[in-house]
């Protein structure tokens, strides 16, 4: 008799949303060079300035789109260009 409340693990990549103080994980549903969609697992009523953290890599985005659906809750980001470092 299988479980019915088994939940598959997520193959989807992981990230982290920086809301403020709060780092928040979620799932990268899909992504390129400007823009990117992922799923956040939990809670949370901040949304003002948000910072995109993948692999090490920091990107100030925009939330363009929010969509609330049984997995969690969708977001739409913009991602802002990429500024190339300073030499110091």
Not at 21 to 40: F, H, I, K, Q, T
Not at 56 to 71: D, F, H, Y
């Amino acid at each position: 008799m299988s479980n019915k409340h088994f939940v598959k693990a997520s193959s989807h990549p992981k990230a982290l949303l920086r809301m403020g103080s709060y780092d928040v994980p979620c799932s990268v549903l899909s992504s390129d060079e400007n823009a990117v969609r992922v799923r956040v697992m939990t809670a949370g009523g901040h949304f003002g300035e948000v910072t995109f953290v993948r692999d090490g890599e920091v990107r100030s985005a925009r939330i363009t789109l929010r969509k609330q659906g049984p997995l969690g809750l969708d977001l739409w980001l913009e991602l802002a260009p990429i500024q190339a470092a300073r030499a110091a």
